[in-house]
């Protein structure tokens, strides 16, 4: 765990706005106003960032975050849109709806932010502050509803500080949230699914597709929301390569995801070795899990052996993925 911190609260106007921009591109974390909900914003391009949220939010687990951005080019710098996809973006964006894409081959959302799926949630919020500072920063925001893992999503800035004080960076404080309710989430992959009721009506978006919606609820198993995804909504990444964890020594003809300084016996001789943090940080080991385990996957080898990563703080969802992707299939 990270020691306190001091989180200032800031009234929406200019200069709160640029303060906030400013603290996102230091790699801090801002707690904001959407038209749905507040969310809290890391800058997606940075992983050490999106750690730092996780940790804040006392996830046990990587759930997948929305990407927020300004416009329809932004959105398509990260995600790939069939038609569907750019006939909702272009009917209720700005607006509380999300959609679910195929993750653009350029993007530059770090993997941790989409729990390593090819998959992103992107979004571009309906609210002035909301939008001034994705302006101000020129990178997308992951922003998760601003609430502790577990509690209700917060609609001022008086919930978010109940929740949060002491483990961000910052609130910027715009009043009541409009809407009150989170995004609705629309999967466009290939037809076009309901993932999660929410502040845009169902009917709304049928009526733009000309076309009934089917409904599949999706999020991580063991967080914030309904368990297990079907077939093409696949909610945890899974290398083709075999995992094995906690391991004390190295095989032959395996390579080594490893934790901390000191090397286990066999590493010498293992086919790729990759350190999630030499220095034992569990906020760079987050930030590096997801790059790391596809590095290693790529290398083809028989196996990835994993050094045991200790239980605490993001550890516990480190160890959650881990044991995720090394479920049999
Ligand atoms: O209104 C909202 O959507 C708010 C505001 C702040 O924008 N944000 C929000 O984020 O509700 P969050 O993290 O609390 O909920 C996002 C949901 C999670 O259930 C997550 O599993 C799902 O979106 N999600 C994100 N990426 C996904 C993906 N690639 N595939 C399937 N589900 C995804
Ligand atoms: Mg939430």
Redo the contacts with the bound molecule.
Sequence with gaps: MTAPLTTRILKADATSVAEAARVLAAGGLVAFP?E?????GADATNGRAVARLYEAKGRPAF????A?VVDLKAAQALARFNAKAVRLGKAFWPG?L?L?LPKAAKCRVAELA??G?D???V?I?DHKVARDILSALGEPVV????NRSGHV?PTRAEHVQADLAGRIDLIVDGGATP?G???T?V?CLDGPVL??P??LPRAAIEAALKQKLAYAP???AG???APL?PGM?A?HYAPRTRLRLNIRRVEAGETLLAFGPTLPEGAKSAEKVLNLSARGDLIEAASNLFSHLRALDAAGARAIAVMPIPGEGLGEAINDRLARAAAPR
């Design positions: 959407t749905t909900v507040y969310g809290l759930n997948p975050l929305i927020h509380p999300t679910v989409t729990a799926l998959t992103i949630a979004r919020p922003a998760p509803s601003a999503s809407v309710v989170e995004s989430i999967g993932l999660r929410g502040g999706t999020g991580i967080g914030d929301n995804a909504f909610t």
